[in-house]
């Protein structure tokens, strides 16, 4: 098992709203990202996530985010708006 920095890799990018995949454990991915500014509300009809805020309580400054989820769902509930799937 390799252990993985989260803050490391939430340093190799910048765009908010673009989630990146760190790793995966039984058919979930997971992922970092970075938000600031309102995000589109969406639900997933077939799924939970789970969201562990890393850094910041409030979106109107940058925040961090650890993201768990089933491979495959879309990050906005609506694959044709999704944001592609991106392996860091």
């Not at 089933?70 to 991106?86: F, H, K, V, Y």
């Amino acid at each position: 098992m390799n252990p993985v920095n989260l803050g490391a890799k939430l340093a190799t990018f910048s765009e908010h709203w673009q989630p990146r995949t760190v790793g995966q454990f039984n058919g979930h991915d997971l992922m970092v990202v970075k938000a600031q500014g309102e995000f589109v509300r969406h639900k997933h009809d077939d799924t939970d996530d789970f969201f562990l805020v890393l850094k910041g309580p409030m979106a109107k400054e940058e925040v961090h985010i650890l993201l768990i989820e089933p491979a495959g769902t879309p990050n906005t509930g609506d694959p044709a708006t999704a944001a592609s799937r991106r392996v860091i």
